[in-house]
């Protein structure tokens, strides 16, 4: 059971660098969310999708975008990294139609800005 | 706007005890749920334990068990027979039941688990 997968675990990149985090899910989930995870923060939403097709910002959107390929596939995309985007970054998945399900974790990327 | 608030930077516990980590919320909804993460080192986000605030049954799973205190805005989980592998950082989270997918999250707290 592969759940949520991300890629690539780790990632340095050099201000002003561009790069894309994979994120699938075999779950057949219908939501997919992407978080930033700051030392002694909470997990902050960047972008989240309600479902295939449709996406929407959530607290921290700003030079982020994405991309809900299909079902099972979002991705989140850094056009020119910033040292302020050295984060941890999670993607996850749920099914909405319960309100209390959980969500469901992918590994997590580190990604380091220099 | 809701926030969820993590008061114990960091715990600890010798193997076997029991401990207790706080959570608080502030919201003006009478309905909403209530989840605690774990993350041990490896990074993944698990899910301990989940609450519905309309339910006045504390929920429990296993050795997890939370004390819901809705009029206190209160969400503890408590942690009987500690073990070497409850050993991670422990997150608190809202989420109202007019949003699918916004949670709230509280900063977390380190639980250190003493042999």
């Known amino acids: 059971n592969a759940g949520v997968t991300q890629t690539p675990k780790f990632q340095v990149l050099k201000t002003g660098q561009s790069m894309t985090l994979q994120c699938a899910q075999d779950m057949n989930h219908n939501s997919m969310y992407w978080y930033r995870q700051d030392p002694g923060m909470g997990l902050r939403l960047i972008y989240y999708s309600a479902s295939e097709g449709t996406t929407d910002k959530g607290e921290v959107p700003n030079g982020y975008n994405v991309s809900r390929l299909n079902k099972r596939e979002f991705s989140l995309r850094l056009e020119s990294a910033a040292p302020s985007q050295t984060s941890v970054y999670f993607c996850?998945?749920?099914?909405?139609?319960?309100?209390?399900?959980?969500?469901?974790f992918g590994n997590g990327t580190r990604l380091t800005v220099t | 706007a809701q926030t969820v608030t993590q008061s114990q930077p960091e715990m600890s516990v010798q193997e076997a005890e029991t401990v207790t980590l706080s959570c608080t919320y502030d919201t003006s909804e009478s309905d909403y749920y209530l989840f605690w993460y774990k993350q041990p080192p490896s990074r993944q986000m698990i899910l301990v334990i989940r609450q519905e605030a309309y339910k006045q049954q504390n929920a429990t799973e296993n050795r997890f068990s939370v004390n819901f205190q809705k009029a206190a805005k209160s969400f503890s989980l408590k942690i009987s027979d500690s073990q070497l592998g409850d050993a991670a950082m422990y997150f608190c989270a809202y989420r109202s039941m007019d949003s699918n997918y916004q949670l709230i999250w509280g900063a977390g707290t380190k639980l250190i688990i003493k042999p």
């Open positions: 996850a998945s749920s099914d909405p139609t319960g309100r209390n399900s959980p969500l469901h």
